[in-house]
């Protein structure tokens, strides 16, 4: 009987390991082994904020699992009302939430929520979920009613101000838009749109969000002041060579010279410890994980399948660009963090929650029709 129940537990283990895809979970393993040198390195109590940031990748790779598990018709129903529900929480942020510069989370006692980072999920799952509904390419009307599903998160999350993660959460529904056939005049029409309405936006911006706006245009403005962070992250940069100063070797980390350097600019550390070699090599296997990404997505059968991975992969890409743009003083600072390094919670399982979503829209390709 045992040994009739062991067999049991191993062929169910299997069945589950079948839906995983082999390639680009052992890239996102490396990035997260990444990830905890990092934060080893640069944590101020070094075990702890391996633990936790550990503790998050088990709990992230769980949820993997159950969504590469979960069949896209599945998902398609779940759909609306996992979008529902993570806008619900917005509102709750407002009541209850907690932050140094800004309301993003919801101590729960074991756990900080951000709901915010739920809805670079949900959204374009909404988004794909109509899209799958309607005539493709896109009309009028059906690019109005993605503009308001996308439109009500963007504007709680930037009320907030996590001006950072809103950009994320627009994107990832253009991007549904975009591998859904939108046309390129319609597209070069909103670019219009927005790089129009930029002026206006910057009224609306908070102090401190200006201030990170003119100090990328001028760091030495304030070299003690909103311009360190960008300074002091080139200097981390510049100073690891070609080859790095040798893991744990950081100064600017281990003498506090760079805020932040767990989260916004776990990069720039990794960069000063690994020098440009680690930092190509990390690249590559980013690169590795997009278009791995976008290979499953493009081979998935159904439009609501194609849509969300692409969406999502395209998204990851994204995280990199800005991050890594901002730690190299090419963009404001916005807070985002280089996804599965920085140390984060909901960031890290909604992240690897979303590669779920990707490896099941590929391995139930067998089960599913247009």
């Known amino acids: 009987m045992i040994g009739r129940a062991i067999n049991t537990v191993s062929r169910n283990f299997k069945r589950v390991l079948s839906r995983v895809d082999a390639p680009l979970m ?3 393993i490396a990035i997260m082994l990444v990830s905890l040198l990092v934060q080893f390195s640069a944590g101020d109590n070094a075990w702890r904020a391996v633990i936790a940031q550990g503790a998050r990748f088990v709990l992230g790779s769980a949820a993997l699992l159950l969504l590469a598990n979960t069949s896209p018709a599945t998902l ?7 979008y529902g529900f993570t806008l ?9 939430g907690s932050g140094r510069s800004a309301n993003l989370w919801l101590d729960l006692g074991f756990f900080y929520l951000q709901p915010g980072e739920l809805l670079k999920l949900s959204v374009p799952m909404m988004v794909a979920w109509y899209l799958n509904t309607q005539t493709l390419p ?5 690019l109005s009613v993605c503009a308001l599903i996308v439109g009500v998160p963007f504007v709680l999350i930037a009320k907030q101000p ?31 749109l927005a790089a129009s309405a930029i002026p206006i936006g910057y009224q609306f911006l908070m102090p401190y969000q200006k201030d990170r706006i003119n100090v990328f245009l001028n760091p030495e403005s304030a070299p003690q002041g909103a311009g360190w962070n960008i300074i002091q992250s080139k200097i981390a940069i510049g100073s690891g060579g070609f080859w790095g100063k040798g893991w744990g070797q950081s100064s600017q980390a281990n003498l506090d010279f760079l805020p932040e350097h767990t989260t916004d600019f776990a990069f720039s550390v990794f960069s000063e410890e690994w020098g440009w070699f680690g930092v190509l090599t990390v690249l590559l296997i980013y690169l590795f994980i997009i278009l791995r990404s976008l290979w499953l997505a ?4 159904d439009t609501y399948s194609r849509l969300l991975a692409g969406a999502l992969a395209l998204t990851f890409f994204i995280y990199i660009i800005v991050n890594g743009g901002m730690v190299a003083g090419f963009l404001p600072v916005v807070g985002v963090p280089m996804p599965l390094i920085s140390y984060g919670g909901t960031s890290a399982v909604s992240l690897l929650a979303g590669f ?4 099941s829209a590929y391995s139930h390709r067998k089960y599913q029709g247009d």
């Open 298 to 301: 493009m081979n998935a059968k």
């Open 356 to 359: 779920g979503l990707i490896m």
């Open 76 to 82: 398609r129903g779940w759909t609306p009302w996992v």
């Open 88 to 96: 619900s929480l917005m509102p709750l942020v407002f009541l209850f």
């Open 26 to 28: 052992l890239a996102l």
């Open 162 to 192: 996590d001006f950072g993660t809103g950009v994320l959460v627009v994107a990832s529904g253009a991007f549904a838009l975009f591998l859904a056939g939108m046309q390129w005049r319609r597209i070069l029409l909103f670019a219009a």
């Open 138 to 142: 896109p009309s009028w009307k059906t």
